[in-house]
């Protein structure tokens, strides 16, 4: 009785007219007026020519220095421990987490663009640490929205070349028929609080809550889900918060799947914090999630590759050592990698 009590606190997805909205009524999605005024006035402020508006003038030689990017060691990703989990840090939002026999990768943005084209998107200031050839075995992709920079279409399609029917993706509702018509085999869709298991395994892949939207064209916001990724194996619990600002979810998510062996929480693109509150935490905010969620050791994502918010582009992981600081955790249970580099967590 009591665990039916349980789900029936969970929140669940709702949907207006065809369109998911936000259920947690804690702040409010920007307005088409807000979008307006944070392209004119925030673009001409002092504080933003030095950061975003002039990032891609930043010499190499100082990014490779401040941010360097580091070639994959394959005989590394090739033989994963067997009893721990091995993280590596892709870029942005795609993390390779080789955990219970399964490799388990991200939204994987391979791309030197996050966009409908390379005319209309973001150009990353710092390129991927490696191609689709460069991967090792992929077992699953977990996609958390269908945001350009975190689904990209020429990454999907190397993908699919690459592993084909081996590969299997979980992806949020709504997304189904775009993952198929791009060329995917094996696609699983669900809500929130939906499970599968990963065939022929026990390796279970729960879709949880967050806080944010979707939008791939002029007509389609909100049409599909957006959402974080739980997946619990026989030894090893993984958390992917993927886009999102704070939420009551995080602790429905802790209570009910932690504690988490490893997670991977946005740590970038929070200022303006009128603007981008909604839809991303701050450094600050990370820290409650890890601590919401109950994860031994937390990964800094969503930084440092695409300029998707206005703070410098080294403030992430500073304000998260910040925060960190003033609530007596260890820096060593919430950290950040380099492009490329890998880690093993015991």
Avoid at 118 to 135: A, F, H, I, N, T
Avoid at 284 to 305: K, M, N, P, Q, Y
Wanted: hydrophobic share 35%; glycine share 8%.
């Amino acid at each position: 009785m009591a665990e039916n009590q349980d789900n029936q606190d969970l929140q669940k997805p709702v949907k207006k007219n065809g369109r998911y909205v936000d259920p947690w009524g804690t702040t409010t999605m920007p307005s088409v007026i807000d979008v307006v005024r944070w392209r004119l006035k925030e673009k001409s402020e002092r504080g933003v020519r030095g950061t975003w508006r002039h990032l891609y003038r930043f010499k190499k030689e100082e990014l490779d220095q401040t941010l360097p990017v580091l070639t994959l060691d394959s005989s590394l990703l090739s033989s994963p421990p067997s009893d721990d989990i091995q993280v590596t840090w892709l870029g942005h939002a795609s993390v390779l987490v080789q955990m219970d026999g399964c490799n388990i990768l991200t939204d994987p943005n391979f791309s030197m663009y996050a966009g409908p084209s390379q005319w209309l998107g973001m150009k990353r200031y710092r390129p991927p640490p490696c191609s689709v050839e460069d991967l090792p075995r992929i077992d699953a992709v977990c996609i958390s929205h269908d945001h350009y920079d975190h689904l990209d279409f020429n990454t999907i399609k190397g993908l699919n070349l690459r592993f084909k029917e081996n590969l299997h993706w979980f992806v949020p509702m709504g997304l189904k028929n775009w993952m198929i018509d791009s060329g995917c085999q094996n696609v699983t869709e669900l809500e929130w609080w939906e499970e599968a298991k990963f065939p022929d395994t026990s390796v279970k892949f729960i879709f949880t809550p967050s806080q944010h939207w979707c939008r791939r064209s002029v007509f389609d916001q909100n049409k599909v889900l957006w959402g974080s990724w739980t997946v619990v194996g026989p030894k090893h619990r993984f958390f992917f918060a993927g886009d999102s600002g704070y939420c009551r979810g995080f602790k429905q998510i802790g209570n009910k799947f932690g504690p988490f062996d490893f997670a991977a929480i946005p740590i970038g693109a929070y200022k303006p914090r009128w603007f981008l509150k909604f839809q991303h935490v701050d450094p600050t905010e990370a820290v409650c999630i890890h601590e919401d969620i109950g994860s031994r050791f937390s990964l800094g994502i969503h930084w440092g590759t695409f300029p998707t918010g206005y703070e410098h582009y080294l403030a992430p992981p500073k304000d998260l050592a910040k925060a960190l600081k003033s609530k007596g955790i260890a820096e060593t249970s919430f950290f950040t990698l380099n492009h490329g580099e890998s880690k093993i967590i015991e």
